[in-house]
């Protein structure tokens, strides 16, 4: 079957993000990326090799120091995102985010002053939209009813995460990006969390992006794993990742 232009989500070619500091340098290099809408993709690899500096690019968070064309396919159309960074539209960028984009973070990221339905519902206030009963259903199915008008101190880690799972997915985004969701978990509840995360973007038709530097639980579920490399220069002070897919 061939690929048409409306099934790609994400399109980078030559993109890279360098940083330096004291003498020291970090490259991560992109040649060629190309994600299908509502793929499962995972990013493997220890601490270190640039996973959370891709992610960050992908959600529009870290503008590339170099691109050839870094475009993003919308609802609305195709979005040229090199052209947004070079014309500061950070506006621009930020209204994508909050409209396509569901984001979990390591340490989930919740606000500690919201109870749990608040943070879920957090995403969908942003936009406007209404009560229609997304949140509890989510809740329930990520077994957090009991919980909705606790505070995230009152809840354990695994909770914490799922709460922002749930975050992530209730306002119908059409990526989630995850940024190792369950480093902070034992691993007997990460792939229980991981398996009802995977479930849950595989039921509504989001395209999902895991990074983790546990792969065997991540290839159970079925994801598409991004190769790369990483490579230090002889004198230690040069480190670069290439990542393709």
């Given at each position: 079957m061939?690929?048409?232009?409306?099934?790609?989500?994400?399109q980078?070619?030559?993109?890279?993000?360098?940083?330096?500091?004291?003498?020291?340098?970090?490259?991560?290099?992109?040649?060629?990326?190309?994600?299908q809408?509502?793929?499962k993709?995972?990013?493997?690899g220890?601490?270190?090799?640039?996973?959370?500096?891709?992610?960050?690019?992908?959600?529009?968070?870290?503008?590339?120091?170099?691109?050839?064309?870094?475009?993003?396919?919308?609802?609305g159309?195709?979005?040229?995102?090199?052209?947004?960074?070079?014309?500061?539209?950070?506006?621009?960028?930020?209204?994508?985010?909050?409209?396509?984009?569901?984001?979990?973070?390591?340490?989930?990221?919740l606000?500690?002053?919201?109870?749990?339905?608040?943070?879920?519902?957090?995403?969908?206030r942003?936009?406007?939209?209404?009560?229609?009963?997304?949140?509890?259903?989510?809740?329930?199915?990520l077994?957090?009813?009991?919980?909705l008008?606790?505070?995230?101190?009152?809840?354990?880690?695994?909770?914490?995460?799922?709460?922002?799972?749930?975050?992530?997915?209730?306002?119908?985004?059409a990526?989630?990006?995850?940024?190792?969701?369950t480093a902070?978990?034992?691993?007997?509840?990460a792939?229980?969390?991981?398996?009802?995360?995977?479930g849950?973007?595989?039921?509504?038709?989001?395209?999902?992006i895991?990074?983790?530097?546990?792969?065997?639980?991540?290839?159970?579920?079925?994801?598409?794993?991004?190769?790369?490399?990483?490579?230090?220069?002889?004198?230690?002070?040069?480190?670069?990742?290439?990542?393709?897919?």
């Amino acid at each position: 079957m061939r690929e048409s232009a409306s099934d790609i989500i994400y399109q980078l070619k030559n993109v890279a993000r360098v940083r330096e500091s004291n003498g020291y340098a970090f490259s991560l290099r992109v040649p060629s990326l190309r994600i299908q809408r509502g793929e499962k993709i995972a990013l493997i690899g220890e601490s270190g090799c640039g996973k959370s500096t891709l992610l960050d690019m992908l959600a529009f968070i870290l503008r590339p120091t170099e691109l050839e064309d870094f475009s993003f396919h919308a609802r609305g159309g195709r979005v040229d995102i090199g052209e947004a960074w070079s014309k500061r539209r950070r506006n621009r960028l930020a209204a994508l985010r909050k409209a396509h984009l569901g984001y979990v973070m390591q340490t989930g990221g919740l606000l500690p002053f919201l109870n749990v339905h608040d943070n879920i519902n957090l995403s969908r206030r942003m936009l406007g939209m209404e009560d229609d009963g997304t949140v509890r259903t989510l809740a329930r199915e990520l077994g957090l009813t009991r919980h909705l008008h606790k505070l995230p101190s009152a809840l354990s880690t695994g909770e914490r995460q799922r709460v922002a799972i749930g975050r992530a997915l209730a306002h119908r985004p059409a990526i989630v990006i995850a940024d190792e969701p369950t480093a902070s978990v034992d691993p007997f509840a990460a792939e229980k969390i991981m398996s009802l995360f995977i479930g849950m973007v595989e039921e509504m038709n989001i395209t999902v992006i895991v990074a983790s530097h546990a792969w065997r639980h991540i290839k159970q579920l079925g994801l598409r794993r991004l190769a790369h490399h990483t490579r230090k220069s002889p004198d230690g002070r040069m480190t670069e990742t290439v990542v393709s897919g």
